[in-house]
């Protein structure tokens, strides 16, 4: 349902722009409640970022002031724009809805090095 894209190899202080394209009609898409999570080695998918329809924005306080999370309806896309990276950054970043529920694509991967 979602396709994420944008991810790679980076060195500690750059940037990343990560796109997330859902697989349904910009009229649903429209109000779906969206998120960015991700998920680092060993440990559990954590919640990022999350965009609501309204929409009102929220960043768990690990990437607040680095992250910027947006969305364009009629692309049916969502983006989160990463500055100042860090290695504890590092994860394979995915997008849902922010309940969780919807299919989980692939993700894309992030690798920030020190």
């Known amino acids: 349902q979602f396709v994420e894209s944008g991810g790679g190899l980076v060195r500690t202080g750059g940037s990343l722009r990560l796109s997330c394209k859902a697989n349904v009609p910009p009229s649903v898409f429209k109000v779906y409640d969206m998120a960015w999570y991700r998920q680092a080695p060993g440990e559990q998918r954590e919640l990022v970022a999350g965009?609501?329809?309204?929409?009102?924005?929220n960043y768990t306080d690990s990437v607040k002031g680095r992250f910027i999370i947006s969305r364009d309806n009629a692309e049916k896309t969502v983006y989160l724009e990463m500055n100042s990276l860090k290695p504890e950054d590092t994860a394979v970043y995915y997008c849902?809805?922010?309940?969780?529920?919807?299919?989980w694509g692939q993700g894309t991967q992030v690798t920030v090095s020190s």
């Open positions: 849902n809805t922010f309940s969780g529920k919807g299919t």
């Open positions: 965009i609501s329809k309204t929409p009102t924005i």
